[in-house]
């Protein structure tokens, strides 16, 4: 049985990466089997998730050699954390790996909001270009605010 379960879309080059190191499950449709994934972890020590994987009482009895779950994102709200603490099992989100994307989409998104663009994109998708409506509102010289929550 693998030490490390993977039940989530991961990068391929990540996977290679641990399986270098320890014997792997990467098994992406896992997160839609609950049975074979509860069989799955039996012996592992470490889960990989994403945000559907519920990591929850059910899943911590059938993995007693559990020690971290890894989450792929930074959203906690699929991982009992309480259940998890109390089968000393360590919960390890991956705060801050998307932070420059996530800061880059919104700083491209203000600008497309700005322009119209949003409203615009069944228009534009028809074959229309409604140059007065995505014209006139440029954000050279403007002041922009951002208040936001978190690392990003």
């Known amino acids: ?15 290679v990466a641990l399986s270098a190191d320890f014997d792997v499950r990467y098994a ?9 994934l509860l ?22 009895a059938a993995a007693p050699r559990l020690q971290v779950v890894a989450r792929l994102g930074v959203g906690l709200d699929n991982i009992d954390l309480a259940a998890c603490d109390a089968a000393g099992v360590k919960v390890r989100p991956a705060t801050g790996a ?3 994307a996530v800061a880059e989409y919104v700083a491209a998104a203000g600008m497309l ?7 615009s ?19 050279g ?3 922009l605010g951002l208040v ?3 690392d990003i």
């Open 28 to 36: 992406p449709e896992l997160v839609d089997d609950r049975s074979t």
């Open 113 to 119: 909001l700005s322009r119209g663009v949003f409203s």
């Open 98 to 100: 998307n932070a420059d």
């Open 148 to 150: 936001g929550f978190g």
């Open 39 to 60: 069989a799955a972890v039996a012996d592992a020590r470490a889960v990989v998730v994403r945000n559907r994987t519920l990591v929850d009482d059910e899943l911590l």
């Open 1 to 15: 049985m693998a030490d490390i379960v993977i039940t989530e879309f991961m990068a391929e080059s990540s996977v």
């Open 121 to 139: 994109s069944s228009r534009l998708l028809g074959g229309e270009w409604p140059r007065e409506e995505l014209t006139g509102r440029e954000v």
């Open 141 to 143: 010289g403007r002041r």
